[in-house]
């Protein structure tokens, strides 16, 4: 199986990142494209195919990953219709808020296509990724969830759930992210050096995460273990939900819909 990604900014190469760290291309069979040669540079010893063309860049692929600004996506594509072979391949659009029905507009022809929206972990194959199939049957939608699935954990749902999940899970990255900066400056007003602040925060979130997928349980549930009657944890709790901690939370995701 080969793949076309046709953008090398931030999500398309977090994107060939992790693919590259994968299991389901040799780098061989990714190519990567981009507006300006400088752009792909930092590709140049991975093996991937590297090219400013995206027409050539989608012959002979079977996956063809659309990974560019929204507003860009219309001249990619009217660029690469006409070298696209709808009944083997399938398209991949991961630009966010771009409906399928402007797709095919702009192709002027109906093929196998993705609506895909994942985070930018999936440079390092742990992205929370949204599947929206259009037009796809089983075996091309059990191949997107093979590649998928590889660099993360990966979910089919419909387009209306698409902002949510941006929210969740894109937005909520750098969300989480800004606990981890919050955390751990509170860590440096406990006594600690920044930097081990962080890496305690860090490996702090991991352990919750393996925690909450190896046992299954609400968050509460897990909370309630450590919560002592009169100590310490429950105190802190109490203190972040009176400055308002879980309806920031909410209000923030709602904010980014």
């Not at 900014?9 to 994107?15: I, K, N, Q, R």
């Not at 660029?79 to 966010?96: C, G, K």
């Not at 949204?130 to 590889?150: C, M, Q, S």
């Not at 006594?191 to 991991?206: M, P, S």
Request: aromatic residues 6%; glycine residues 10%; contains cysteine.
């Amino acid at each position: 199986m080969k793949i076309t990604i046709i953008g090398a900014g931030a999500m398309g190469g977090a994107f060939a990142r992790g693919l590259l760290k994968g299991e389901v291309f040799r780098p061989e069979d990714i190519t990567l494209t981009a507006a300006h040669e400088a752009t792909l540079r930092a590709f140049e010893t991975t093996g991937v195919r590297l090219t400013t063309d995206n027409s050539s860049a989608v012959d002979g692929a079977d996956i063809i990953a659309i990974v560019v600004k929204p507003w860009v996506v219309k001249d990619v594509l009217i660029e690469v219709a006409p070298h696209l072979d709808a009944s083997r391949q399938i398209l991949v659009n991961m630009a966010a808020s771009v409906k399928a029905d402007d797709i095919y507009g702009w192709l002027g022809f109906k093929m196998p296509l993705f609506q895909v929206i994942p985070n930018i972990a999936i440079a390092v194959r742990s992205s929370m990724t949204f599947i929206v199939p259009v037009n796809a049957d089983d075996a091309k939608v059990g191949a997107l969830l093979r590649v998928f699935n590889d660099v993360g954990r990966s979910l089919i749902t419909d387009e209306r759930h698409l902002p949510a999940g941006m929210a969740l899970a894109s937005c909520g990255l750098a969300y989480a992210m800004r606990y981890v900066r919050a955390s751990a400056e509170g860590g440096v007003e406990l006594g600690f050096k920044a930097e081990v602040a962080k890496d305690i925060v860090v490996q702090t979130l991991r352990g919750v995460a393996e925690l909450l997928q190896a046992s299954g349980n609400h968050p509460e549930a897990e909370i309630d273990k450590v919560t002592t009657p009169g100590g310490l944890t429950i105190r802190g709790l109490n203190a972040m939900e009176a400055a308002g901690f879980t309806n920031a939370v909410i209000q923030g995701l709602k904010a980014g819909l």
